[in-house]
């Protein structure tokens, strides 16, 4: 059944391997520092590859650590660890996980396999889902923001089309092994707190429903079908206590228990570096040492960093290299480096109407003065999200975050001249529509929509941003971020509202600051809650509105009658569509909303006649005429024929007079509106019938 | 003395230089006050006209009539007194759904709301009126909040215009038909679709030969606002709506695919159907969203511009100005700084018989430097000839500025006067473009005429489909003033050959 879309999937996973890259494959490196050796890029590598675990001292890098292993029995196919452990980088192709079993006998393999699976851990509590949804889970991995990292299916039409090849600038992290290591349910387990499983978030943790990350298993997994109780799971690993025996000296002897979590036996001791040519660093390390498969530009960068290894770095190089090795960079730019390159750009989505800025998650630019560090904290523990309209969805990234908000902090500071105090009330003014510049044309107010396009909340601004970066921002939105819609209401620092503050730049922005900082109410101009004030109430003669309805159509022309039963007629097919009672319209979102959503009546629904379609309608609707006393003749056509359909309000109901031009060869039969007494008027004749509609 | 003169120009170089031209002066006639604008809870239907002014235009007695965006047609009599009491506003027409355009036509009134086009006719004479009959009809509406509907303005040839946004957001079906289309409206009141490629085609007028133009805004698909000329089977840059084109009534078909991500004069090479805007508006240099275009045609009253188009634009609440020349048989030209300082987000204008502009606006749902939220206000001429490049025309080496007055030779032979550079755009589906390929054009060569209202500049480097952009900041009037507005935006589609 779903056998085009299971070989597509196939197809795409397969092309995604980053190819000729059999070198151990770190983005920030890939991207960074390929171009040409550097000790830069070596200290991240020593970072990633995890040398620091073995050898003394830091990097000052987030630290890197091997995935859990206790409970691996449970999570990976037997057969496909097993071929990973015999040739790391051949079974998954860019590992940063070296061979460090090669030229070891198969009987050993087996031994160490039979010595993980004794480690205890804890059962998964993951059920197999009932429900997989593998398109939907495709949809969602390209555009939620997996592929900001991984590589997306080269099929996948993104809204402005396929990306070019030669628009991805710099390799995805590819993982076409997925299906024959992980069962659906393991790897959903996986997906939902990849921290639990790999505390070095370098796989970081997405907040997401729980429908969503078994629907993006079933994609990376190719499943076809849609009950996941049918789904494959990983098979027993066999027991075996005395190989188990084998297996734990031969863990001690591999050292794997340096980046892995492993019980105390094995612990592996520190290697001081003496003769880098002699170890890992060798073009063919000998049996024993970790074999990385390093490229030449790698092992070059790794050499010139070991030179530099002393030397304190400084807080900026620490900041760049920690973006990098947890590929932030993915998604942010900072200061000109960084962000999505042309081709990923086309899998962000958001809201078009914000432009550039609703689609791409911001800058990281001076990102340690823009926000408070208190914010900055809230941001990276994943607490709050101001970007609703992004579809991408900042993930957490666990301890390796720890300390990264003072640093930036630290780096970005500048000396400011500080913004004078605010006033609220002029903020609060400045911020509003009635004589203010009008933040809330286009900004939300906490649960406040804006009145336009629906932009940034602003109320948190004062807990979220330092007043300085505010000025600095405001000044010039576009310097910050190019392509922005934000305007400039100070331009070149001169404010443009001079009514305010005396048109002071700084004591204007401070105001700003200090209102949003207070939470002492919103911004003038929100429309008030409807009270009746646009409340359309017919008192001497019919009212005609046009707007769109629910039921009717989007050419619904509205009659409210005096006598209090009122009339939705479809000015598309020319046929009287529905009767209520009751209140007749609040028209304030068809007069002043930007966003004409479809009304209902404010009354009680009588009764709706049963609508013809454009099509099948017999009628042309050619306008209407308002009589003396204001009630609607409707102008019909038929062909070369007029017809003329007239309502006027009578308690409980409606008269009406169908019409036709005299030399009319054709008369359509009336529909009459369901759930009404309908009597025909004695003076009723043929092309020009009356009729009453009674609702009692 | 000395102290005094020179107090009085510290304290007027502080104050922003609100009506950057000051041979022009902007008067309200009714604008927001803001407690009382129409979001105000203090405002309710029936105690002030909320004057979100989405179509104006003049009746045979002098009468104004005003088209706002809540659906009401207003009737104002006196519109060019000076006293405001002599300002009288009566309402003729409502219930209608947010009206964007507005032309008398004979004895009535044609106004386009989004569904169709109405003609409102007062049959008995009370000022009121009483007929809504359907005049133009043959789009499809779906309540896409930005499914908005433009015009009717008139040709040379009698035929009326209609331009159709393209639907965005909710409920939006683009697919279905003449979103992003423009056309004209047929005797019996069918949409006749000329034009596609459109996205939010909010101004039409016609020049002075009667040749429709349109201005359309920066947005997806268009990286800067573009006036086009309007004629039968052009496409010119948003294919959000082409799906039309497959209908029966289509005058256009793509003979190849929409290219992408291509360097905007790749991608009119890449597709013979896309003709380029006559003028591009560079974006914020000549403000964002252009919106409305009305040609001047005063005899001399509005100052030296007669024949030249002015544009609206909304968010900084300015007025451009525009000169158009055929090269090879398209029209193509310049743009030029006007006038800025208006109340509100501009949306129309219209000139009056009386040689000023009248200048409705209203900025609700949009932000704009306007502090106000809707009005009406007029721009007169106060008589004194401002010193402005004219018209800057295309030469096969370079460009002819003319002058509104005679140059100083010295400041105008001095090649360095001026400065040049020309950029295109990127034509992607993106948000607006950066300039890109941005070069600079050496000036070798600087002639004056003997009557010293033009130069030629003699440029270097002159490309194809670039706009090209002028600084003229060292040049002077014979009276040693500087240009009202030193810079010009040519958008030079073609090197004319001679």
Redo the contacts between chains.
Sequence with gaps: MNAIRLLLISTALALTAPGAIAEPFVVGFNRFHADAPSAEGGRLLFNELNCVRCHEGSTGLPERKGPQLSGIDKKFHREWVKQFLENPSETRVGTTMPSLIHGVPAADVDAILAYLASLKSPASKTKPPRHINSARGRDLFHSSGCVACHAPDPEFQP???IP?AA?FTYASIAFPEIPSKYSIISLVDFLKDPLKHRSDGRMPKFVAEDDDVVDVSGYLMRFEGSNGVAANSIEDWPQDAALAKRGEVLIREARCAACHELPKETAASVVPLSNMQKGCLALKPAIGIPEYNLSDQQRQSLELFLKKRPETPSDALVVSLSLEALNCTACHDRSGSGGPD?ARKAYFGGD??L??TGRYPPPLTAVGRKLRPEWLEKVLSGDYRVRPYLHTKMPIFGKSTNGLASLLAKTDARAEKPLPGGDDSAGRKLLG???G??CI??HRWGSQPA???QALDLSNIGNRLTAEWLREYLINP?AYR??T?M?S?WPNG??????ICG?NTDLQIASIYSFAKSANGEPE????KSHG??DLIPKDRP??????MEGVG??A?LVGFPTGIHLAYD??TGQPALAWEGKFFD?YN???S???P?EKPSGRVLGRWKLQDSATAPFR???????KEGNPVF?LSHGQDKGFDRFEGIPNGFRRTLEWTSSSTTHPAPIHPEGAQVLEESSSQTGSRQFTYLWK | MIRWALLFIVFASAL?ALAKNSAYEIADIMTAD??T?????D???GSGI?LEVGGMDWLPDGRLALVI???EVWMLEGALADSPSKRVFKQFA?????PLGALWDKDSLLVT????M??LRD?DGDGIA??????GRGWN???A?HGYAYGPKRDGKGQHWVTLNVD???HSANEKPWRGWGGIISETGEFVPMVAGMRSPCGLGANLEGDMFCVDQQG?WIPATPIYHMRKGTFFLNPEGIASQNREDSPLKLSAPVP??VAYPDALRALPEMRPPAVWLPY?KMG?SGTDLAVCNAGGKFGPFDGQLFVAEF??AKIGRVFLEKVGGEYQGATFPFLSGFASGIVRLLFAQDGSLMVGMT???????G?K?YGLQRVRWKGEVPFAIREMRALPDGFELSFTRPVDVASATDLKSYRMTNYTYLY?????S?EIETATNHIIAAVVSEDRLRTRLKVEGLRASYVHELHADGLKSEAGEPLDHSDAYYTLNKIPLK
């Design positions: 809204p402005e089309g070019k628009e042309a078009h109407n432009g550039d529509t009635n004589g510049i009008g044309t286009c009145l336009g396009i576009a190019p392509g819609l305007p209401f001169t404010a443009s509202n001079l009514q048109g101009g929100f429309p008030q004030e646009f009212i005609v509105q046009r707007t769109f989007s050419h022309v000015g598309k028209a068809t007069w002043f930007r966003f004409t479809f609707f050619e306008g209407y005429k308002l009589d102008l | 922003p803001s407690p604008a129409s979001r105000s809870k405002w309710k239907p909320p965006r809540k659906g409502a219930g209608l759904h947010e709301q989004r569904t169709e109405t003609r049959s009483d007929e809504y009959s359907t005049a509406v779906s309540g909040y965005m957001g909710d997806t992408s991500k914020n964002r968010t900084d900025s609700r749902g949009w932000s704009s430097l502090t939220s992607s589906s993106a948000y607006g950066d």
